[in-house]
């Protein structure tokens, strides 16, 4: 690792397109389609980086033992997740920390970190590239994060306390990464990639997009969803 301060400033940056797309939402609520059309982008965005980034790596090396274990552990998480901390159905109609929601959205931004970190472990051009593009990512799920807060009846301290939090662990979680990563062997890569996979899908298809139809679509609103998943496509290096 030989620029730090590159790490540093790119590190920084990611967390406030977080910060700031959160605060956004928080300021002015967006109406129930702009909601819609932000959480179908925030989903698209992470499908892509999926696609473009993670599958790619994890089918070079392709290690069915190693995917197995780093994809089941994703979803056995997620589910664990899911179970112990989302509210019964008899609760639902209760307003209340969206907890299951938060916790998902914090390992999210943990995988993202340490993919951030993984680049810049194996090159300054790959480490900018992963920062500029998971930024953009960054930006629309803080703003899906205030959006989910909202609908729950969190105030706004709360939620600007929360979005605050996630920044922090953004770039803590980047720079651990980029400093303490550099030389991890192909398999523990592998492992690593395979359970960021499962839980960004999970996250994808059993909250953003569940999220997002709960109010009524349209054309524009699923666009949304592939403007995300095309934006991150064209970014340069993608």
């Known amino acids: 690792m030989e620029n730090y301060s590159g790490v540093i400033i790119y590190a920084f940056i990611a967390a406030i397109a977080l910060l700031f797309g959160g ?10 389609k702009v909601r ?3 959480l179908h982008f925030a989903a698209g965005v992470i499908f892509s980086v999926v696609s473009v980034e993670l599958l790619p790596d994890i089918m070079a090396k392709h290690d069915i033992l190693e995917i197995a274990i780093g994809f089941g552990s994703g979803v056995l998480l997620m589910l664990a ?9 008899e609760q639902k109609d209760d307003p209340g920390f969206p907890t299951a929601f938060i916790v998902m959205i914090a390992i999210d931004l943990i995988i993202d970190g340490v993919l951030m970190g993984i680049g810049f472990a194996t090159s300054r051009e790959t480490g900018t590239f992963l920062a500029i593009a998971l930024s953009v990512e960054l930006l629309s799920l803080g703003m899906a994060t205030s959006i989910t807060m909202a609908s729950s009846q969190i105030n706004r301290t709360k939620t600007i306390l929360t979005i605050l939090g996630f920044s922090a662990l953004v770039l803590a979680t980047t720079l651990i990464s980029a400093f303490s ?14 359970f960021g996979l499962a839980a960004l899908l999970f996250l994808v298809t059993e909250e953003l997009l569940v999220e997002a139809h709960e109010s009524k679509q349209n054309p524009l609103l699923t666009a949304a969803f592939f403007g995300g998943f095309l934006l991150f496509m064209l970014l340069p290096g993608g």
Do not use: D, H, Q, T
């Open 23 to 32: 605060i956004i939402s928080v300021i002015k609520e967006p109406s129930a």
């Open 36 to 38: 819609s059309a932000i």
């Open 81 to 89: 997740i899911r179970y112990f901390l989302e509210p019964k159905e």
């Open 181 to 194: 990563l550099v030389g991890i062997s192909a398999g523990y890569l592998e492992i690593i990639l395979a």
